[in-house]
């Protein structure tokens, strides 16, 4: 067979206004041409999981939803799928499907929500693909009926066992950056996190070798790739992310990963991330203070608890070098209009190097969603295509939806301005010469 692998690329964002502004916004455009091109790691991992003997091709369907026509050459299309462009996914799908293609998907909103995708696919896969994709790939050759299957039905990923993914596939098309795992899943639940609710298995990490064995893989075919970890969680564990980090110094690869703040009480950690060539880390606070973020994380309501040190926090990740991406959530039910100037004030306080602010935005399969669900605050259900961070598609507790949309119009205007970007990049560098040059 040939079997394409379809990623659907870009950002999403549906708000008019927020978009008009997004384009004139230095900081704001600067991110999104970062992140706007990532390959999809999870295809590559079903390619390199492709049993022997088929043809594959990588494919983008770029953001208006446009897909290649070589796509209808195929025989199987695997489509990743988020719920932002799940309608764009599921037209693409329906009219490769027309056209006589199999068409399978997979990935976190159809994980959640695999029933609705059997309208518009022949297989939808739940769960981590790697061990279910021969089992499609079987099912399509011997032309099956549709059908929904489940990873939980086979034998879970051995994150030990997993293959160098397919970068090869992505042929001459060049990315800003490459993706890579060390880790999957988080430990903690934040009640809006969409990362972690398709994982059945716990917070895993890879081992360092084989890390280093696909970093490897990326530089040979483009060297000096700049690395994104799509991990959830880096560093939970410090000692083996310090036994990571000791392995990629040699690797000289430059790096950004996601993690959470607890990094900052290990300056050996901070001081080996920075020498293995971490340039940043992107830490959700999702708000100044801790009022906000009580009973956000359901485990040990870490968020809460955080909130006091994250001025030093920050302070001490920046002074090793490694800038902090400082991401805040707007909406949180403890919020009221007067978090976007809050925002504002703490934003010149902890210096990050790099601000990201979003809307709380309930992603099927979390329990914000079922929570909100129940208390009659989704304003349109269903509206998966709002699912972008950008678009308000809940009644806030504290404030207006118009209130919310207004904040972060307001709130965007005064942090992604070419002066307040020049400045809080000038409060990391000094923050870095105390640190270095201390009086
Ligand atoms: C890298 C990344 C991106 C890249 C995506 C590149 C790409 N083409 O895949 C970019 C920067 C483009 C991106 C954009 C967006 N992202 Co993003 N992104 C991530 C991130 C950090 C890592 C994803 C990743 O690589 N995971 C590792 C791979 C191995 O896992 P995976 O993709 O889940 O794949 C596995 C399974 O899902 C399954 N699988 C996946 N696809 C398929 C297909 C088939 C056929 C089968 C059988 C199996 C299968 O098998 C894979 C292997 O086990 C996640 C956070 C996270 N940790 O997941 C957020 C995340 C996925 N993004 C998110 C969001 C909201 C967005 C945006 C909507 C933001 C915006 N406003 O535009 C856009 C929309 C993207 C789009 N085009 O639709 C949310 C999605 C929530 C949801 N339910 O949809 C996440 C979870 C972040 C968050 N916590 O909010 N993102
Ligand atoms: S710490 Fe981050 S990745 Fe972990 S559950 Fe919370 S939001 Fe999700």
Redesign the pocket.
């Given at each position: 067979m040939k079997i394409g692998?379809l990623?659907?690329?870009?950002?999403?964002?549906h708000d008019k206004k927020l978009l008009e502004l997004g384009l004139t916004l230095p900081g704001f455009v600067e991110r999104s041409r970062t992140?706007?091109?990532?390959?999809?790691?999870?295809?590559?991992?079903?390619a390199a999981r492709t049993p022997a003997g088929h043809e594959m091709r990588y494919f983008?369907a770029e953001?208006n939803g446009a897909e290649a026509p070589e796509v209808y050459s195929c025989d199987l299309v695997?489509?990743?799928?988020?719920?932002?462009?799940?309608f764009?996914?599921y037209a693409i799908a329906d009219r490769l499907r027309k056209a006589g293609v199999k068409v399978?998907?997979?990935?976190?909103?159809?994980?959640?929500l695999p029933e609705e995708a059997l309208d518009h696919a022949d297989?939808?896969?739940t769960?981590?693909?790697?061990n279910?994709?021969p089992a499609?790939v079987a099912a399509a050759t011997r032309a099956a009926p549709p059908a929904i299957?489940r990873?939980a039905d086979f034998e879970p990923?051995d994150i030990a066992q997993l293959p160098v993914?397919r970068f090869d596939l992505l042929g001459h098309r060049t990315y800003n950056r490459y993706?890579i795992?060390t880790t999957?899943g988080?430990p903690w639940r934040c009640d809006?996190?969409?990362?972690?609710?398709?994982?059945q298995a716990p917070y895993r990490r890879r081992p360092v070798d084989q890390v280093v064995r696909d970093i490897r893989v990326i530089e040979e075919l483009h060297p000096q790739a700049f690395i994104?970890f799509?991990?959830?969680n880096t560093f939970v564990d410090k000692p083996w992310g310090k036994e990571l980090c000791r392995a990629l110094v040699p690797l000289k690869v430059k790096w950004f990963t996601?993690t959470d703040v607890s990094v900052a009480e290990d300056a050996e950690l901070l001081e080996l991330m920075h020498q293995a060539g971490c340039r940043q880390v992107l830490i959700g606070l999702e708000s100044p203070s801790a009022g906000p973020l009580a009973g956000l994380e359901q485990r040990a309501d870490r968020k809460a608890r955080w909130a006091a040190r994250y001025v030093e926090a920050v302070g001490a990740i920046q002074s090793h070098g490694v800038t902090v991406n400082a991401c805040f959530i707007l909406g949180l039910d403890g919020q009221t209009t007067a978090v976007f100037g809050e925002i504002l004030q703490f934003v010149e306080e902890v210096a990050a190097f790099d601000v990201q602010i979003?809307l709380l935005?309930p992603?099927?399969?979390?329990p914000l969603y079922e929570r909100l669900r129940r208390e009659g605050r989704l304003l349109e259900p269903g509206a998966?295509h709002l699912?972008?961070?950008?678009d308000v598609n809940y009644q806030p507790a504290g404030m207006t939806p118009q209130e919310l949309r207004e904040g972060i119009y307001w709130l965007g205007e005064h942090l992604y301005g070419e002066e307040a970007t020049r400045r809080r990049r000038k409060g990391f560098f000094s923050q870095l010469n105390r640190e270095r040059n201390p009086v």
């Open positions: 692998f990623a659907m690329s870009g950002v999403r964002a992140i706007a091109s990532l390959p999809s790691l999870g295809l590559l991992y079903l983008e953001s695997a489509i990743s799928t988020f719920s932002a462009q799940i764009e996914a399978a998907l997979g990935g976190l909103h159809v994980s959640v297989y939808v896969v769960g981590e693909g790697e279910v994709w499609v299957f990873a990923v993914p993706t795992q999957r988080c809006f996190c969409a990362s972690t609710v398709m994982l994104e799509a991990d959830d996601e979003t935005t992603f099927p399969g979390t998966w699912c972008t961070l950008f």
